[in-house]
């Protein structure tokens, strides 16, 4: 991954290309400046204005830049990120305003994951000035999150294993002063049933566990952020096929949300005590895996009958949620790639957002709105609740029907919340089959940006 650091600096009149923003409807009125040589480069290069079009234009004996945005006075995450991918190694500097929210896309444009091999073709750092000085660390701190989720979610398992969440956890533990305890064997077994029965499988390098960080004074407002960190699931017994398995080193991309989050709020001192809590485990199969129609026992008190092993996400954080509960919250917010039902709903790109509350919910959809990480309510309807009834058990973890999958996960979810509790879930994809400016193919962070801003204007 790029440092953060590089590629973002104040500007002091420093030597930088010049980059105008266009737009199509103004762009032929702002070509009449040119000259013709100029205009005749930028038509051979069939450069009209449109978004994300970038364009070269040779001025003397150097050269500036044009990109085409939707409204250059209103610019998005991702108006000047084309220009960050396209762009020759330089310094860069718009001309007639700020880069404004572009510092965070201009960063997540040259991402890349090079911890198995080097990118031979990726070009030198493009380096953005700005003279906006209050808005450079902030900027620096959001794409350095969003990009810890690219760099966690991109890692195999066989490297992103439970013991590995666990080295990060050391890592932000270390860096923030905060408090750190880590579950494990027979006392995880006791503690946190579930957790325990989901990872008992896997191997004793990936043997499963239970991650607690605090952190922040006691007067402060409790904040339980929680994230589902399965880091591989190959479905258990019940047990998925190979394209369904293909990626499913990202399942943990909930813990890599939480993670991201946390370091936000520890690092930009938000007035909050913080409990950060990942169950870590991987979903394997051997001869003590749990099974179909397994009764599990669970923290809370509750017994879960297993319909399906490939429901395990909601079991690990059925016990997270009721440790963070126990904290008695003011906010609890979890992350996790739970259903396959919340993409076949909204697609790769919008994350479902469940929450008790409704202002709960339309603080993080307005903050997503304003921030180019929209979320997409989906309800939880108390009349669903009767699809997960067990005969022998107060639960099931799974319907038998395929109606309203995540909303049926929240509503499992919402019984290991405690009562009164404000909780919001995110049930999110974390990755991205596809790449658009800004955002690289592959783990994504989706829903983290939403979370992050709303927790600002809460706590700040």
Known sequence: MTKKTDLIQPDRGQDAIAIHLVDKEGFADWAKSLTKGQRAALEAQKFDGGGYQVGIVPDGDGWFAVGGVADPADLSSWCMAKLAESLPEGTYRRVGGEPGPSLVGWQTAQYRFTRYRDDPDAPGKRVLLTSDAKAIEPALAEAHAMMKVMDLVNTPAEDMGPASLEAEFEALAKHHKAELSVVKGDQLEREYPMVHAVGRAASREHAPRLLHLAWGSEKNPVLAIVGKGVCFDSGGLDIKGASGMALMKKDMGGAAHAIALAGLVMGSGLKVKLHLLVPAVENAISGNAFRPGDVLQTRKGLTVEIGNTDAEGRLIL???????????????????????????????????????????????????????????????????????????????????????????????????????????????????????????????????????????????
């Open 318 to 460: 059925g016990d997270a949620l009721t440790r963070a509960s126990e904290e008695k919250p003011d906010l609890v917010i979890d992350f996790a790639t739970l259903t396959g039902a919340a993409r076949v709903a909204l697609g790769p790109d919008l994350p479902a957002l469940m929450t008790r509350r409704d202002e709960t919910a339309d603080a993080l959809i307005a903050a997503g709105k304003a921030n180019d990480d929209e979320p997409w309510r989906l309800p939880l309807p108390h009349a669903y609740v009767e699809y997960l009834k067990s005969d022998i058990a107060d639960t099931n973890n799974a319907a038998t029907n395929g109606f309203a999958g995540a909303s049926v996960a929240g509503l499992f979810l919402d019984k290991f919340v405690g009562e009164g509790i404000d909780w919001a879930h995110f049930d999110t994809f974390a990755w991205r089959p596809a790449a658009k400016p800004g955002r690289p193919k592959g783990g994504a962070p989706l829903g983290l940006r939403a979370a992050w801003h709303m927790l600002r204007q809460r706590y700040g």
